[in-house]
């Protein structure tokens, strides 16, 4: 363990001692896990006579994380993953109550914890640690609600961002910690302490809490106490729209009447207006993520990528990265990344992706295929949902981040971030921003660093007793970084590149513009410092209170109904307009200059039109019926074979097994579809199995063996001959066994190698024949 790291040991063991509950609050990628995992450890050496077991609730994308972690550091303590379909949590359940399930650490997710609720609280547990634990920051919640009543003796809260939107959400932790002290009373306290909606900021219950904070919680950076883990350059990268991007947002704003206007800014019609908003901000992504604007029948083009600004920069941005051998994470709306898959086709770039609904053994392989070293690398970008997969999970093979997108809450970029910039990584890690230049997303900037500044204002940088002097340069720091990427709505000023130009400009130009922008505001905050941020300390500080002072004294507001300064009513459908822009791209072969109720459009940069030419109707196909394989899955023999009715594998009677009884079932299916060490079906061991080439076994990720992976790929070219292509609910490997085999005999992998060549060669063949 590294010196902060024992630390956090000792601040754990003493709250332990003391017998208080506390937040173990460290930046994301310090190693928050393992400092968990040392508690425990001290916990089972320091306690007397027997204790109750430990429970682990965590996010979904964290739960291999936290098994692997606890196998390596604490192999005494038995450890029991608590997740699965209802069958599979039924199994352990009873296999806990009959004592034939044992264990020190159980892990669980948030999801396992709500459906099963009653069965945690039957039990007692010494220590209820919840990772990511600002997922209870409302305390209003069904999982927060759910949480309270758990029998443990200590709780223990892990977040990298214990303080996101306003100090409500940090009474949510609190109630939770001490449910007795911060009861339901207190709640407004806290509520009206900081509320950007009536612009009320109550300086001494803020300082209240950050005293609070410096005794309950433990918070360090990788800017103070982790030297290993190279700087961050974070980069925001302001583009023009595309004249469809200005077309959209303007037909947006101009479709509604005066009534929808008066009784959305004057009636105070939140819903109306937050729902014109995310329109925008999807406009802002790219137009398609609109209901009926996407061209019918949709296939891929040119098209998409002229639509959107930040897909030309995308483009761009990955053809100059990929050359080099960079690896990629791209965050963004889980709409958004429909279209993105589909910029990833358009472009054959090799491609994963990671979202809510991705299954928990796919998450894990994935993630393992990112880590692993292969002789050439699975995938060059990795997609991934901004909310469901920027919790935990350690990505430091990936040395560029880009923000497709912000959210409303910064905390979840800044957890996103972290899936490059954390422990392991020995590059600087990269951070590019995308912000359409003069939109909504673009005035968002400045509520979302109102947001970071209260995090930075409550939080302390590190508990640590000497550390004062550090402690308040450090927050200085942060706070200087925030308020120079402030929102350049507010700034009246607008000098960036032209759409001409972004369309031509290399990408190395169109960076080094948006650094410029970001420098001058910087030296604008430096000017009115009187001079640099080194000197002047006491000045320093009282501008910064001045600066505070004045973020938080307005209600911050996006303003979403002005584009271009005008407004002229006009109601039409999606389909209407998108009509209506068809229309324009076919008079922008001949009008040079298009103009739009007074808005001009240069027909230059209209896009590509999509052909209207109809098409035939698609006819919704059945799965093509599979042909089976000739061999014996077991002895490789002929003769009278059983077909699996689920995939090509065929089968002697006796090779597998079978009783006459069995033969009478309506489907029989191959040894490949349950686990071969613990017997589990694909659906009960989370939806997929690691199923061999080679041999009949197949395994689930608990019992495939750890170490090097064989892997094969989402399916076989055997396989593909036979018309049984990709299935969710396999990944083919060739297992360790197998391997054994083949070093203590070779011959048997030569015959195996000139079979899959013939395959192969036989693919390629009828590959090109459908060219």
């Known amino acids: 363990m590294k010196d902060y790291q024992l630390h956090g040991l000792s601040f754990l063991a003493w709250m332990y001692n003391n017998g208080m509950n506390c937040i173990l609050g460290d930046e994301m990628g310090l190693g928050k896990t393992l400092q968990t995992l040392s508690l425990f450890a001290y916990v089972h050496e320091h306690s007397k006579g027997s204790h109750d077991p430990h429970l682990v609730i965590c996010p979904l994308s964290v739960l291999p994380s936290w098994l692997s972690e606890a196998a390596r550091w604490v192999p005494g303590l038995r450890t029991l993953r608590f997740h699965g379909q209802h069958s599979e949590r039924a199994r352990l359940k009873e296999g806990v109550r009959s004592g034939e399930i044992q264990f020190d650490i159980c892990v669980t997710t948030y999801e396992a914890y709500v459906a099963e609720d009653s069965w945690f609280k039957a039990h007692r547990w010494t220590y209820c640690v919840l990772d990511e634990g600002h997922r209870i920051k409302n305390a209003d919640t069904t999982v927060a609600t759910k949480l309270q009543g758990l029998g443990s003796l200590f709780r223990l809260l892990l977040t990298g961002t214990p303080v996101q939107n306003n100090l409500v959400e940090l009474w949510g932790l609190l109630h939770w910690l001490y449910p007795a002290v911060f009861t339901g009373a207190s709640a407004a306290r806290f509520r009206s302490a900081f509320d950007l909606g009536r612009g009320a900021y109550d300086l001494r219950l803020i300082k209240a809490a950050e005293a609070l904070l410096a005794t309950l919680m433990l918070r360090r950076t990788k800017a103070v106490v982790e030297a290993s883990v190279p700087p ?130 796919r998450r894990a392989l994935d993630i393992r295929l990112v880590r692993l070293r292969f002789p050439e690398e699975p995938y060059d970008v990795f997609l991934i949902s901004t909310k469901a997969g920027g919790l935990g999970i350690n990505l430091t093979k990936a040395s560029t981040v880009i923000m497709f997108d912000s959210d409303w809450n910064p905390q979840n970029d800044l957890q996103a971030i972290a899936r490059a910039h954390r422990i392991g990584q020995t590059k600087t890690v990269k951070v590019y921003r995308l912000i359409c230049r003069g939109s909504v997303e673009d005035q968002m900037l400045d509520r979302i660093r109102r947001k970071l500044f209260l995090s930075v204002k409550v939080m302390c940088s590190d508990s640590a007793p000497g550390n004062d002097e550090k402690n308040s340069q450090l927050k200085m720091g942060e706070l200087m970084d925030i308020l120079r990427k402030g929102s350049s709505a507010l700034s009246g000023v607008d000098n960036g590149l032209n759409l001409a130009r972004f369309l031509n400009a290399p990408i190395a130009e169109i960076l080094d513009e948006s650094r410029d922008r970001d420098e001058s505001r910087s030296a604008a905050v430096k000017q009115r410092e009187g001079g640099s941020l080194g000197d002047a300390d006491q000045k320093l500080v009282d501008d910064a209170e001045a600066e505070e002072r004045k973020l938080l004294m307005g209600v911050a507001q996006v303003q979403s109904r002005l584009f271009e300064g005008k407004v002229i009513n006009r109601e039409a459908k999606n389909s209407e307009i998108a009509e209506e822009w068809r229309q324009l791209q076919k008079r922008s072969r001949t009008d040079r200059i298009i103009r739009v109720d007074g808005m001009e459009m240069i027909a230059d940069y209209m896009g590509p039109e999509v052909s209207s030419v109809a098409s035939k109707p698609v006819v919704k196909r059945q799965r093509k019926k599979f042909e089976s394989e000739d061999w014996c899955i077991h002895c490789r023999d002929g003769g009278e074979l059983v077909l699996c009715s689920s995939c090509p594998r065929v089968f002697h009677v006796r090779c597998n097994g079978l009783t006459k009884a069995d033969l009478k079932r309506p489907q029989l299916m191959c040894p490949q579809h349950n686990c071969v060490s613990c017997d589990r079906s694909t659906t009960d061991a989370g939806g997929m199995l690691y199923r061999c080439q080679t041999c009949p076994q197949a395994f689930c990720e608990d019992c495939l063996s750890p170490g090097d992976l064989d892997a094969v790929g989402e399916t076989l070219p055997e396989f593909l001959l036979l018309g049984y292509g990709e299935t969710a609910s396999a990944y083919y490997i060739r297992c360790h066994d197998c391997h054994e085999l083949w070093d203590h005999d070779p011959k048997h992998w030569h015959a195996w190698q000139r079979e899959l060549q013939r395959a192969q060669r036989r693919l390629d063949k009828m590959f090109a024949a459908d060219l």
Not at 236 to 243: L, R
Not at 290 to 304: A, M, R, T
């Open 232 to 361: 961050r350059e974070e980069t925001t990268v302001w583009v023009p729209m595309t004249e469809a991007q200005r077309f959209w947002t303007y037909r947006l704003l101009t479709r509604m009447d005066a009534v929808d206007l008066e009784s959305i800014f004057e009636k105070h019609e939140w819903k109306k207006l937050m729902n014109l908003l995310m329109q925008l901000r999807k406009v802002c992504d790219h137009p398609y993520l609109l209901k009926d604007v996407g061209p019918e029948p949709f296939s891929l083009g040119e098209h998409i990528v002229a639509s959107s600004s930040k897909l030309i920069l995308l483009d761009k941005l990955l053809t100059d990265l990929l050359p080099k051998g960079e690896r990629v994470l791209i965050f963004s709306l889980n709409s958004m990344l429909d279209l993105l898959e589909d910029f990833m086709a358009l472009r054959r770039i090799r491609y994963a992706r990671l979202d809510g609904s991705t299954t928990r053994p």
